[in-house]
C-alpha cells in the first residue's frame, strides 16, 4: 500500500495569515504517461461528510475558493491556505489515488489562533 | 442536482448481519463508480472498496477483503455496504462517495458524499 503521511499533525493560523499543510507519499503517484499527480485534498469540518478541494493535485474543485492551493509532485506535496478565515477551521486530508487501495493521510487539524 | 442518501443509524450486536444503504438521486450522467470509506470516531478516513454500478465490478482494500461486500441494486439505484458478522472494532460512521467524472471517464477522487451512516456494535 502507499502510505500517505502529513505534517504537521495540527496547526494554529491567525485570521488573515497563511496556513500550510504538507503530505508525503511511500511512493511517487506521478504518472508520466498523462503526466499528472494522483494526488486529492478534503476538507472537513466538524460533523460534517468530508469535502473535496483539489485533484490533479492543484486542479481546484469547482466552487472552492481560490484562497486554497494546491502545489507539488511526485512525493510530497502542499495545501496552502493563503489568507484563513474562520470557516476554514476543520481537518484536511489528502488521498492518493494513483494505485487501489486508496489511501488517506492522517489529516491535519487547522484551527484558528 | 445528484444526491447520495444513506440509511440511518444502526446498533447492533457482535456477530450479526447488517446491509447499510447508499441510494443515488438525481443526474444520471455522472460516474458509476461509488466508494465506501470508514471513519472511526475521532480518527482518520479508510477507503473500503468501490463499485461499479454498470456491472457491478468491485475492488477492495485489502484491510476490509473477506470482512465486508459492496453490492448494487441498479433497479432503485442504491449500493450496498453488508457485514455478515460484526465487530465490535467495525463502530464507525460508514460514507458512500462518489467518483468524480461521468459515466464515461472517472477518476477515484469523491467529489460528492453521502452524510454518513454510523454504525455501533456492542454488547
Known amino acids: 500500500d502507499i502510505v500517505m503521511t502529513q505534517s504537521p499533525d495540527s496547526l494554529a493560523v491567525s485570521l488573515g495569515e497563511r496556513a500550510t499543510i504538507n503530505c508525503k507519499s511511500s511512493?511517487?503517484?506521478?504518472?508520466?504517461?498523462?503526466?499528472?499527480?494522483?494526488l486529492a485534498w478534503y476538507q472537513q469540518k466538524p460533523g460534517q461528510s468530508p469535502k473535496l478541494l483539489m485533484y490533479w493535485a492543484f486542479n481546484r474543485e469547482s466552487g472552492v475558493p481560490d484562497r486554497f492551493t494546491g502545489s507539488g509532485s511526485g512525493t510530497d506535496f502542499t495545501l496552502t491556505i493563503s489568507s484563513l478565515q474562520a470557516e476554514d477551521v476543520a481537518i484536511y486530508y489528502c488521498?492518493?489515488?494513483?494505485?487501489?487501495?486508496?489511501?488517506f493521510g492522517p489529516g491535519t487539524k487547522v484551527d484558528v489562533k | 442536482e445528484v444526491q447520495l442518501v444513506q440509511s440511518g443509524a444502526e446498533v447492533k450486536k457482535p456477530g450479526e448481519s447488517l446491509r447499510i444503504s447508499c441510494k443515488v438521486s438525481?443526474?444520471?450522467?455522472?460516474?458509476?463508480?461509488l466508494s465506501w470509506v470508514r471513519q472511526i470516531p475521532g480518527k482518520g478516513l479508510e477507503w473500503i472498496g468501490r463499485i461499479d454500478r454498470s456491472d457491478s465490478y468491485t475492488t477492495y482494500s485489502p484491510s476490509f477483503q473477506g470482512h465486508v461486500s459492496i453490492s448494487t441494486d441498479e433497479s432503485i439505484s442504491t449500493a450496498f455496504l453488508q457485514w455478515t458478522s460484526l465487530k465490535a472494532s467495525d463502530t464507525a460512521m460508514y460514507y458512500c462517495?462518489?467518483?468524480?467524472?461521468?459515466?464515461?471517464?472517472?477518476?477515484?477522487?469523491?467529489?460528492?458524499w453521502g452524510p454518513g451512516t454510523e454504525v455501533s456494535v456492542t454488547t
Open positions: 511512493q511517487s503517484v506521478f504518472f508520466s504517461s498523462n503526466d499528472k499527480n494522483y
Open positions: 488521498q492518493q489515488y494513483y494505485r487501489s487501495p486508496f489511501t
Open positions: 462517495a462518489r467518483h468524480k467524472g461521468d459515466y464515461l471517464s472517472s477518476i477515484d477522487a469523491f467529489d460528492l
Open positions: 438525481g443526474d444520471s450522467a455522472s460516474s458509476l463508480w
